[in-house]
């Protein structure tokens, strides 16, 4: 692996287009602790218009990225899941209708802050600059993969761009984030953050409260967004908490407490954004919920025709998609060509494809990568055990 060294800010200039200083004002956030965590921030309405002043802080440029982002996002997962269904990738996880969350989020980044993701954040990833190659090939976990097949699909990392491994064990995200956050804080990092996510059901572990609590009394310079999808594989939400919102929790911990419409991708910018500026100029840790909409399986090992409404899932799938309300708001005022949306989709899909290709192409990684990266040099034993490994017959690793 790359050098085992503390990873350092790189790349630190705020891209103009994502971090111009907001224009916008909107009444909710000058509204009580109580009510910021009882309503739902929204500014792009479900039929895709619109109120000029809610809309004075985004541009062309800015909404093209946005819609980049997400359109990657469908557009990639589709792929992934047909390969999964065809035998070639052997798990997958979408975020199709949380693309919105995803993207919004990920553009209140900047390059030198800390991602540590949950389950569906990958596009967080994507849109910070990890490649279409290196995704796909953590997803078949071959030579190509920079983290040698050590993990499942769906679990990527991006060195480079801060963006930490998801740990597969609901919740510890959390702690991770505000552990990096404080890190941060003591080590006396100036102007950035770590953005920590979550869904729905780790609201109800633990180590949510352990780091929700540590996260208020540090003043830990994090964003903490729960995207609340509804569900936690078959667990409704109403069997999640007896909580008015998730987004109320946070309060008991003295946390700043927003909640917005997640499948609003303008709505989602501007709550990331605030949370984000206030955390860089040392005001300390947010709590977001954005709602949302988990409209695929919990991933493709689940079935959920078997535990819920899908006329339900049917209403969030045609009214209240993310990516249509976005792409309708942008090509009411030009800022996407008719037509453009669908080529850019055959473009990105295209894309996809080439490198689909060329990383199925790699055969596994090689079998000496087995004892690599666990001392700085192998110990005899690791090098008997894989001298024995190569003597085994038929080992089909072994090239
Ligand atoms: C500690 C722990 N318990 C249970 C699981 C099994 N599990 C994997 S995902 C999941 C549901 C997560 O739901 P949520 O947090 O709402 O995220 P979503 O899948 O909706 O994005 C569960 C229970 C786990 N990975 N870790
Ligand atoms: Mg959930």
Redesign the pocket.
Same mark, same amino acid.
């Given at each position: 692996m790359a050098e085992p060294s503390v990873e350092t800010a790189t790349g630190s200039t705020p891209d103009p287009v994502l971090h111009a200083p907001r224009r916008g004002s909107f009444v909710y956030f000058d509204l009580d602790e109580d009510a910021k965590a009882r309503s739902l921030f929204q500014i792009l309405r479900e039929d895709g218009t619109a109120d000029d002043a809610g809309v004075a802080g985004f541009d062309r440029a800015l909404t093209r990225r946005l819609h980049e982002g997400m359109l990657t996002i469908r557009v990639t997962d589709a792929r992934m899941m047909a390969l999964q269904r065809q035998g070639r990738i052997g798990f997958y996880g979408e975020a199709l209708g949380q693309e919105a969350a995803v993207v919004g989020s990920a553009a209140a980044s900047r390059p030198d802050d800390w991602i540590v993701p &949950?389950? @569906?954040e990958a596009g967080v990833g994507l849109f910070r600059g990890m490649t279409l190659e290196s995704y796909i090939a953590q997803i078949f976990g071959n030579a190509l993969d920079p983290t040698k097949g050590r993990q499942m699909p769906c679990h990527p990392i991006d060195r480079a761009n801060h963006y930490v491994v998801m740990s597969?064990?609901? &919740?510890t995200q959390i702690p991770h984030a505000v552990g990096v956050a404080m890190a941060m804080k003591a080590l006396g990092d100036r102007d950035r953050c770590a953005f920590g996510y979550?869904?729905?059901? &780790?609201t109800s572990?633990g180590d949510f409260h352990v780091a929700m609590n540590f996260a208020g009394v540090f003043h830990a310079p994090v964003v903490l967004i729960c995207?609340n999808?509804q569900? &936690?594989?078959s667990t409704p939400g109403v069997h999640q908490t007896a909580a008015e919102t998730i987004a109320l929790k946070g309060l008991g911990y003295g946390l700043e407490s927003l909640r917005a419409d997640g499948n609003d991708v303008l709505a989602v910018y501007e709550v990331c954004r605030y949370a984000a500026d206030k955390a860089r100029r040392g005001g300390g840790a947010t709590f977001i919920e954005l709602l949302t909409y @988990?409209v695929s399986a919990?991933s493709s090992s689940d079935d959920p025709t078997r535990y819920r409404d899908e006329a339900v899932t049917e209403v969030w799938r045609r009214q209240r998609d993310p990516l249509h309300r976005l792409r309708v708001f942008m090509e009411a005022r030009g800022w996407l060509e008719p037509g453009e949306h669908d080529a850019l989709a055959a473009a990105l899909e295209a894309r996809v494809r080439d490198v689909i290709a060329t990383v199925e192409a790699a055969g596994p990684p090689a079998v000496d990568t087995l004892i690599e990266d666990v001392y700085e040099q192998p110990t005899w034993r690791q090098r008997e055990q894989l001298a024995a490994l190569r003597a085994a017959d038929g080992d089909p690793h072994d090239h």
């Open positions: &949950a389950l @569906r597969s064990c609901i &919740a979550m869904g729905d059901g &780790a572990e995207q999808n569900w &936690a594989i @988990r919990h």
